[in-house]
């Protein structure tokens, strides 16, 4: 519907109600049809929650105390009550309509005047709101001052060296030694893709990680995540607002994942992913290489709801896996994502525990975040590097992998949508 379209709904509605109360003298709004009043309480639920979303954007851009803020707010009410007011509240319509009368003004026209004065508040808030640019230089935090920026060898492309691997020694939730690396890695000895869920609001919400293990090498963990300045803390709702940048950082699991499980005691778990091949492994990574490149091209805005640390994932992933997950309403509620992985055959029902034997009892849901809890397995773990930061990441990842099958690749893309479509089977009986 056009703006035009939608304030001659919005305009005509209580004309129309009015012809129809003379033809039926009767002055209650209960004899309109159903239609008209559903139709009348659609255009007041969507102006007020116009208004609402315009000041929410102007409160979380500005701040509470802004005198924008307070401006805003005062005309966005003082045009949008008056407006209600005079278009749908029958006996005080009628008021200002014997009071204009005098004045030869009518009470249609004062509502065209306060409805076009509210359209074009809010298509300008709306423009204002879409011309804000993300940045690169603020005054970041110090765990997202750095962003992750790669080079290819010359003469091998599948040799990759990172510059600001972010490998920090946390000792409590906001204080830690910094240290950013330059690591390199090679994508040739790529061996599987595990899935971190780090949860710190209940057990709809949590922060998705992803790790890349190497045949002969430390796993190397990405994660998609707000770049807060330093006089900032996260919000859900300012998330919607354009309040934060997207980062993506690059990381040692003995620092991004240490932090969650043992500084700020979120739940974490670690999930393997199975029926990959070695080409997918592959695309993944290439994709991060991607986002990398972009993010420091030109920097992004986090969205609570769209480009979070979870969605952004599955996006990436069904580029390269297609139709091997299908879309699902748990990638929006990322608790629940390992769930959604079970159910597509993206985690084993019945993993192999070692080389020669699989599990005797297929693994339910239950039994894989029993298993893969990694907070039991990090208590105690001496984060302070004292001799070499390389030992240490290895003993980190080492430990939180103890009793996790780790699945091998599979040797073609048949037997891994075979073994897939086997798996998502049994995890529905």
């Known amino acids: 519907m056009s703006p035009r379209s939608f304030f001659s709904k919005l305009l005509s509605s209580r004309n129309d109600n009015n012809q129809q109360l003379t033809q039926n003298q009767n002055d209650s709004p209960y004899s309109q049809s159903w239609k008209h009043r559903l139709m009348r309480f659609f255009i007041i639920v969507t102006l007020i929650l116009s208004a ?24 966005i009410i003082g045009l949008l009550i008056p407006l209600l007011s ?10 200002i309509d014997d009071k204009l009368s ?8 004062l509502s065209r005047w306060l409805a076009g004065g509210y359209a074009f508040i809010w298509l300008a808030g709306l423009g204002w709101f879409f011309s804000i640019e993300a940045k690169q230089d603020r005054n970041w935090q110090p765990e997202v001052s750095q962003v992750i920026t790669y080079e290819r060898d010359a003469n091998n492309p599948d040799l990759i060296t990172f510059s600001n691997v972010r490998n920090f020694d946390w000792h409590t939730p906001d204080e830690a030694d910094e240290r950013w690396d330059t690591r390199t890695v090679d994508m040739s000895k790529l061996s599987g893709v595990d899935v971190s869920n780090s ?16 045949e002969d090498d430390r796993p190397l963990a990405f994660s998609f995540e707000i770049r807060k300045e330093e006089d900032e803390s996260f919000s859900a709702l300012a998330g919607f607002f354009r309040r934060y940048e997207l980062s993506l950082i690059g990381a040692e699991e003995r620092d ?22 070695h080409s997918e492994v592959k695309a993944l990574f290439e994709s991060y290489l991607i986002a990398a490149d972009e993010l420091n091209t030109k920097p992004a805005w986090y969205n609570t709801l769209v480009s979070n640390c979870t969605n952004i994932i599955f996006y990436m992933a069904r580029i390269v896996s297609g139709d091997r997950l299908p879309w699902d309403y748990r990638i929006w509620v990322s608790g629940w994502l390992p769930n959604y992985l079970y159910d597509v055959g993206m985690l084993d029902a019945n993993p192999q525990l070692n080389k020669e034997q699989r599990s005797s009892q297929p693994w339910s849901m239950d039994t894989w975040y029993e298993r893969t809890h990694i907070n039991p397995k990090t208590q105690g773990f001496d984060n ?24 091998p690749l599979a040797d073609s893309k048949v037997e891994a949508e075979a073994r897939a479509q086997s798996a998502a089977e049994a995890s529905e009986e």
């Open 384 to 407: 302070e590097v004292s001799v070499n930061a390389d030992v240490n990441s290895r003993e980190f990842s080492a430990q939180i992998r103890q009793g996790i099958p780790i699945p």
């Open 102 to 109: 005098n004045k030869k003004i009518s009470n249609k026209k």
């Open 52 to 75: 609402i979303w315009l000041l929410l954007a102007i409160w979380y851009q500005f701040g509470a105390t802004s005198f924008i803020t307070w401006l805003t707010t005062i005309v």
């Open 86 to 95: 005079a278009t749908y509240h029958t006996k005080l319509a009628n008021k």
């Open 199 to 214: 949860y710190w609001m209940g057990p709809l919400i949590a922060h998705t990680l992803v790790s890349f293990r190497f």
């Open 256 to 277: 991004i994942i240490y932090t969650r499980s043992n500084a700020r005691g979120e739940q974490v778990y670690l999930f393997p992913i199975s029926h990959l091949q």
